[in-house]
């Protein structure tokens, strides 16, 4: 079985050699080379997954041929290996669903373009799973950014030609601040791999010295990251990138591309910088406040909008709080209810903009909620959907949102000092969600005289309603069978350092 | 405090530019500003790693008549990162050109507050 260790550099090199080998095919050809290598990425990642979690080893794989502590390396372990298959299934699910819309929205001879911009989004996300080395995975991190900026601005409307400008422009500043985070790193550790570092940050604070600098470089990374996953005062850009792009980006951009920096987020704290420094350095108290502002705030100009993409997009910068405020509790609990919170949000985040997609275009492609008054009779496969996305993001029970909502909770009980703070902003967070999600549920279903909109059948766009069914029992399987997951992400966090 | 700094003055005018491209990149309104400013970013950061890099009295790491000893040749790690971060900041320069390019064929301005005002004219 030894040929799987293989399979991590094979699937990030197959990504990456397919977005090079697409920009000579035509479109449709593009596009079946990007589905088989998101399906053969699924599948290397899963013999990944179940070959770490049976064996319970991390595993170090050397690229090229200097050993340890000058080489570079991949490192592998049943968390990094189970994201890798979760991001690609969200991955092919966002693409199937947005499919006909990717066919409709964007000029012929750029649909080309655009696999190649997902082969890299994937090749990156990858990277930035399995690597071991900050610097590189520094230039994951850029290729990230320019991937999806490739994905925001392909439908080449003026909105989101400025959605990509902002995107970019933010996503720079964050760069530029984990670039100079990991300078300094390099420049008091001396190493770029990051269990060496992990080893020298020992010793220095076992010495005492550097620990200023060390601080300040902790909050450069952490805020540069922050920024680059749009933490509540950095989310300018994030409704009109999510909200104008064509559904297939919206839904990879809010499930995976931020996710991806909080997972190498989460992998710096507890691989390079130690769990403990990181809650000493106080830092998770201005991640928790964030977080906690954030929740409040997404949700309160969520509820202000009248566009249901804008909506859901707005839903996603309360989410993306949820998540930092499980760090800024700082305890092991806190973390595994934000890594469940990652996956639960992911499934169901791209859910709502995928069954939105069906809802506004049985009403006339109209986006606001008078519009859509009854579109859940008129495509009743994707009433349904946004039904269960709307009950999840919510938290009513057997739905995933309902486990992390309750990892939270039970997290906060255990976090003495933040209790309080954290349960009341839940319960209202909570009531928000509620507000702006069962309404539109309640829109969707109010039924309507004289429809002036046509009804669909399901059955007319089978790939739609497969990917709709499989979204929904992912929702379903993250809600019901949690025990196994959260178990795996406990032990897979501790199986990280 | 003032020894320390008159020591280090290279990585204290990284650090300097490293603010200025910053803030330049942050709030400035015109895009080509905005991009002089990333510029100046990633500049400050390759003269801080340059500066970190060198020892003094020591050569490029480029091995001359066999001689492998580390005490003739500066560290190369930190040049192998400047390289790899200019390639990685002319790709991402390039990106922003052509985007402000789009942007200003569209609106014909490069002032980012007046694209927003114009968009919320259109009503889109």
């Known amino acids: ?497 | 405090m003032g020894e320390n700094l008159a020591q280090n003055y290279g990585e204290v005018v990284a650090m300097v530019l490293f603010g200025i491209g910053f803030t330049n990149l942050l709030l400035q309104k015109n895009m080509i500003k905005k991009i002089i400013g990333l510029n100046i970013m990633d500049t400050a950061v390759y003269l801080f790693l340059a500066e970190k890099g060198y020892i003094t009295g020591h050569i490029a790491p480029i091995i001359v008549n066999n001689d492998f000893s580390p005490d003739t040749y500066i560290n190369p790690v930190p040049s192998g990162l400047v390289l790899t971060g200019i390639v990685v900041s002319v790709s991402v320069t390039a990106l922003m050109l052509s985007l402000t390019i789009r942007l200003y064929r569209r609106y014909h301005t490069l002032d980012l507050d007046e694209v927003s005002k114009r968009l919320k004219k259109e009503g889109l």
């Open chain 1, 1 to 497: 079985m030894e040929i799987i260790l293989n399979f991590p550099c094979i699937s990030i090199l197959l990504a990456m050699f397919s977005a090079i080998i697409s920009s000579a095919l035509n479109g449709k050809w593009a596009k079946y080379l990007n589905t088989f290598v998101v399906t053969a990425v699924g599948v290397l990642s899963a013999f990944t997954f179940w070959y770490t979690y049976t064996t319970k080893n991390s595993y170090t794989y050397v690229m090229g041929h200097y050993p340890a502590p000058y080489g570079n390396e991949i490192r592998f372990g049943s968390l990094e290996a189970g994201m890798a298959l979760f991001f690609a299934v969200i991955m092919l699910l966002s693409l199937n669903g947005g499919r006909k819309k990717i066919r409709l929205e964007i000029a012929p001879e750029k649909e080309k373009l655009y696999y190649i911009m997902i082969n890299l989004l994937l090749s990156s996300l990858l990277a930035l799973v399995y690597t071991n080395d900050i610097f590189t995975a520094y230039v994951f991190v850029e290729i990230n950014t320019i991937a999806a900026c490739g994905l925001i601005m392909i439908t080449e409307h003026g909105r989101t030609i400025e959605a990509a400008v902002r995107y970019m422009i933010m996503s720079l500043l964050g760069s530029g601040l984990f670039l100079i985070g990991i300078c300094l790193l390099y420049d008091m550790t001396g190493h770029l791999l990051m269990v060496y570092i992990h080893s020298s940050i020992t010793k220095i604070m076992a010495a005492g010295t550097y620990q200023i600098p060390l601080l300040v470089t902790i909050g450069l990374i952490v805020v540069g990251l922050a920024i680059k996953s749009a933490l509540f005062p950095f989310h300018a850009w994030l409704p009109d990138a999510y909200g104008y792009s064509t559904v297939s980006s919206a839904a990879m951009l809010s499930s995976l591309v931020s996710k991806g920096y909080i997972f190498l987020l989460i992998k710096l704290i507890y691989r390079v910088i130690g769990f403990r420094r990181f809650y000493e350095s106080g830092i998770v108290n201005v991640l928790f406040v964030f977080g906690l502002a954030g929740m409040i705030m997404g949700s309160l100009y969520a509820i202000r909008e009248n566009d249901i993409r804008r909506m859901i997009s707005y839903s996603s910068v309360a989410q993306i709080g949820y998540i930092y405020m499980g760090f800024g509790l700082g305890t092991s609990i806190g973390m595994v209810a934000s890594i469940f919170h990652i996956l639960s949000h992911a499934a169901t985040k791209s859910l709502l903009f995928v069954s939105a997609s069906g809802l506004t275009d049985v009403s006339g492609g109209h986006k606001e909620f008078q519009e859509l008054t009854g579109a859940g009779y008129r495509n009743k496969a994707a009433g349904a959907a946004f039904t269960v996305g709307a009950f999840s993001m919510v938290g009513i029970p057997c739905f995933s949102g309902f486990i992390s909502k309750l990892l939270f909770a039970q997290a906060a009980i255990q976090t003495s000092g933040k209790t309080l703070p954290t349960l009341i902003v839940l319960a209202i967070s909570t009531v928000l969600n509620a507000i702006y999600f069962l309404k539109t549920v309640i829109r969707i279903y109010t039924p309507v005289k004289d429809d002036k909109y046509e009804a669909v059948s399901s059955g007319k766009n089978m790939l739609y309603l497969v990917t709709l069914v499989c979204f929904i029992v992912l929702n379903l399987a993250l809600g019901m069978i949690s025990q196994p997951i959260t178990d795996w992400i406990s032990y897979g966090v501790t199986a990280l350092i």
